[in-house]
Nanobody, 124 residues
Framework: QVQLVESGGGLVQAGGSLRLSCAAS????????VGWFRQAPGKEREFVAA????????YYADSVKGRFTISRDNAKSTVYLQMNSLRPEDTAIYSC?????????????????WGQGTQVTVSS
């Protein structure tokens, strides 16, 4: 089992940057692929980015491709989401999730453990 805690959210102006962190407990963090999802008010939770166990494979939603970068440091049991060129439509609660799948998943159903989320607000 793994527990996930997100941090790094906040309020930023359009065009700005934030880096989110997803810290995991447990000594088998490298056994999990990790994904980031977001949920805006009144909308369904959507996929943002995902990374494989050792970071060799990454996937991105089209809406964030070229602006967001997912990475991981297994020695620190942490996954990061660097978000640049932020837009008001990026405003949402961002959550990370862990999956025992050998490859990263884009579907919510592919994840076994979830964090509580961190709020990101982008002002225009």
């Amino acid at each position: 089992q793994v527990q996930l805690v997100e941090s790094g959210g906040g309020l930023v102006q359009a065009g700005g940057s934030l880096r989110l962190s997803c810290a995991a407990s447990g000594r088998t963090f490298s056994s999990y692929a990790v994904g980031w999802f977001r949920q805006a008010p009144g909308k369904e939770r959507e996929f943002v980015a995902a990374i494989s166990r050792i970071g060799s494979i990454t996937y991105y939603a089209d809406s964030v491709k070229g602006r967001f970068t997912i990475s991981r440091d297994n020695a620190k049991s942490t996954v990061y989401l660097q978000m640049n060129s932020l837009r008001p439509e990026d405003t949402a609660i961002y959550s990370c999730a862990a999956s025992l799948s050998p490859v990263p998943r884009m579907a919510r159903s592919g994840y076994d453990y979830w964090g509580q989320g961190t709020q990101v607000t982008v002002s225009s």
